[in-house]
């Protein structure tokens, strides 16, 4: 009997400790990973980081001298990195650094709290999805981007709104309004939820959700003046206009834009063609609302769809921006045995796939090919297709 309850003890024992010790191990790496590489680089951050310091003086954010290093925000995204300005560009690092890995892991968090709670949770879908899109986190987190931050604050919105009737209050519609005024002001790609708001009749969200972008468009008159502030929103649409058309082609660009610039080559083509995929998908995500009308817990499945399509339909959706579709891998391994032989198979592949492109492994002449063939961007379309598969059996 001792000996049963010294082995009870020292199993209750490990099963505390190794996600513990797991845990010390990965932000080890992080953390390493950091002080080896990362902080050598965060382009992107130092652009940001330049930014709040522009700010702070009232200075032109948008430069032509900055050629590619441009900032292309909304002026109301600078003042996210003022505060950081007051501190040296290695430690501002250091604190930008720690808090997007922590959005990171709220991301997983909140997405694996938004799945359906009758269903059980396999302990794959907490680790399968941030394995196969890691890659697009190491970029995310290299670069010093924002994505995961943005992708935290649309799973709130999307919480606050998935809340059923008998939950739900008059201020969680408010709130979820005002988390996507802060989101398209943070990234104006967020905009994309604007019309699934009108399309579930979330009005509260809506009103605020407008209020909202409308007073982060009024804040950096705090540092311009009126006519300053509408002096530099002209400059940011100038300067965004300007270099999109540039960037269609890069071979980072993953939208349905540079998928059909890629494959015919001709900008006269590509654009038609593109508008016509978007609209298709649009159509789609629109037939999935319907369908999903008059039945509980349809809102993760189509907040995932939404997520998902914002880098494919976005003239500038970089690849590191598919990381945005973790929820929706989530959910497509949670239904993984609602799925024929044949599409498990399927979805496996494209799994592995996303998984096993990168750079180092592939090398520099097959990855080249890989991205001038757009393949990342049909990976994540058979994604979708899964999820309005599911959708269309009213599985989720």
């Not at 925000?73 to 950081?84: D, G, N, R």
């Not at 579930?200 to 950096?220: D, Q």
């Not at 391994?333 to 496996?348: E, K, M, Q, T, Y």
């Amino acid at each position: 009997m001792v000996r049963y309850c010294l082995a009870k003890l020292m199993s209750i024992q490990k099963n505390r400790i190794l996600p513990w010790a797991l845990g010390g191990l990965v932000l080890l790496v992080l953390v390493l990973g950091f002080l080896m590489r990362v902080r050598h680089d965060m382009r992107d951050f130092e652009v940001n980081y330049e930014a709040g310091q522009r700010l702070r003086r009232a200075e032109s954010l948008y430069r032509v001298e900055d050629e590619h290093y441009q900032f292309k925000y909304l002026p109301a995204s600078a003042i996210l990195y003022t505060p950081l300005t007051y501190f040296p560009l290695a430690t501002a690092k250091a604190l930008w650094y720690a808090f997007i890995l922590l959005c990171s892991g709220l991301m997983i968090h909140l997405a694996g709290r938004l799945l359906p709670t009758g269903m059980e949770k396999p302990v794959t879908i907490w680790f399968v999805p941030p394995l196969v899109l890691i890659k697009y986190f190491f970029r995310e987190w290299d670069l010093g981007q924002i994505n995961t931050i943005v992708t935290v604050v649309i799973l709130l919105s999307i919480g606050y709104l998935a809340l059923t009737l008998d939950k739900r209050k008059l201020w969680h519609e408010v709130a979820a309004g005002v988390l996507w005024g802060v989101s398209t002001a943070l990234k104006p790609y967020a905009v994309v939820f604007f019309p699934y708001l009108i399309l579930k009749n979330r009005w509260r969200a809506v009103g605020a959700g407008v209020m909202t972008l409308g007073l982060a468009l009024i804040l950096p008159s705090l540092y311009y003046g009126w006519e300053g502030n509408i002096t530099v929103h002209q400059e940011w649409y100038a300067t965004l206009s300007q270099s999109t058309p540039h960037l269609l082609d890069s071979q980072d660009n993953v939208s349905l834009f540079a998928l059909f610039l890629k494959w015919t080559g001709s900008r006269s083509l590509a654009l038609p063609l593109a508008g016509m995929a978007i609209a298709a998908l649009a159509l789609l995500v629109f037939w999935m609302i319907l369908k999903g009308r008059g039945r509980t817990g349809t809102t993760f499945l189509e907040g995932a769809v939404l997520l998902t399509c914002i880098p494919l339909v976005s003239p500038l959706g970089w690849y590191y921006n598919l990381l945005m579709s973790l929820p929706l891998l989530m959910i497509l391994l949670l239904h993984f045995r609602d799925f024929s032989r044949w599409g498990r198979i399927i979805l496996a592949v494209d799994l592995i796939v996303v998984f096993v492109t990168f750079y180092d492994l592939m090398g520099p002449t097959l990855y080249d090919a890989f991205m001038a063939g757009s393949v990342a961007t049909l990976n994540f379309l058979v994604f979708l297709g899964f999820g309005f598969w599911l959708r269309l059996r009213r599985l989720a």
